[in-house]
């Protein structure tokens, strides 16, 4: 199967979805993430801002400010598939950005890769070999080659899919994590 057959697949799943199920799933993510250890040992962590069809992770966010990490968030930048992360001290701090996604407000600081200590990654699925199947834009793609740190993909089981096509510049991720528990890929 081609990634956008399995894109469009996996749309369809989440629109069939349980609101129930979604919310009980996110929130025992976001428990999985808060108790495991590359968070627990990170001060500097980089978390997207979920959208409808992602995990939630308004409750990451507001631990992590909550726990005095330094926390970024991705901010898209005009030139295709390139971001980069922005500290923000509160939730507040963020406004509706490319394709009506929250991000960070313009004024907020730049957080050079390199200093990050853990980056949390959206996916439309994945598995436990570490494998992501992101949305075609290649933000991720191009960004984690920069970091020098963990990167923990969240994934709800029911979405979870083992014949993930990968290329050779698909980066595989250290962690992924679903309701059930935290797999370390690597």
Do not use: W
Request: aromatic share 6%; glycine share 8%.
């Amino acid at each position: 199967m081609t990634k956008q057959t399995i894109r469009a697949e996996t749309a369809a799943r989440v629109k069939n979805l349980s609101p129930v199920y979604c919310r009980e799933a996110d929130e025992a993510i976001c428990r999985r993430v808060l108790q495991s250890e590359p968070y627990q040992k990170a001060n500097t962590v980089f978390c997207y801002v979920g959208t409808e069809r992602e995990i939630d992770t308004m409750a990451l966010l507001r631990a992590a400010l909550r726990d005095g990490k330094r926390l970024a968030v991705p901010l898209c930048l005009p030139e295709k598939g390139r971001m980069e992360a922005r500290q923000i001290a509160g939730l507040g701090d963020l406004v509706s950005g490319r394709y009506g996604i929250l991000a960070p407000r313009l004024d907020c600081p730049v957080v050079a890769p390199e200093e990050l200590e853990l980056v949390i990654v959206p996916c439309c699925t994945g598995n436990a070999r570490g494998q992501r199947l992101g949305y075609g834009g290649g933000y991720y793609d191009r960004y984690l080659p920069e970091t020098r740190c963990p990167a923990m993909l969240l994934c709800r089981h029911q979405l979870e899919r083992e014949d993930i096509p990968t290329e050779e510049h698909d980066v595989q991720l250290d962690y992924f994590v679903t309701e059930r528990g935290v797999v370390k890929c690597r």
